[in-house]
């Protein structure tokens, strides 16, 4: 798009070609462009998609001894997935964020029904 002489977006050609993995500019899109307010939205979703998850482990979870709600994978799963198949996908995104903790890298519908989940 920097040489379509048709394109009349200025901000192509004000923008360096090439920027450096020490650039903070780096991997990101152009500020006020419409893919940067497309990530913000995608971003605020998984985020209110995360909050939910955590509520439906605090009510369909059981409080232990340590003051934490855990559930199974397998409660957990038959409750989310009527709301949204994405279930392990928004898990991990939880754990990322120190929300809640499980053991392994990935859960299987099957194999890891009886994790337990416990939410921090």
């Not at 909050?51 to 605090?58: A, P, S």
């Amino acid at each position: 798009q920097r040489k379509n002489p048709f394109s009349n977006d200025e901000r192509l050609a004000t923008k360096p070609v090439h920027s450096h993995k020490g650039d903070p500019s780096y991997g990101r899109p152009p500020e006020g462009s419409k893919t940067e307010q497309r990530g913000r939205d995608a971003h605020s979703h998984v985020g209110k998609e995360v909050e939910e998850l955590c509520g439906i482990i605090r009510s369909t979870g059981e409080k232990g001894e340590d003051g934490h709600v855990s559930v199974t994978f397998r409660q957990l799963f038959e409750t989310y997935v009527t709301i949204s198949n994405k279930v392990v996908g928004i898990l991990l995104r939880a754990r990322k964020h120190g929300l809640v903790h499980f053991e392994g890298e990935m859960l299987w519908q099957g194999k890891d029904d009886d994790v337990v989940i416990t939410l921090l």
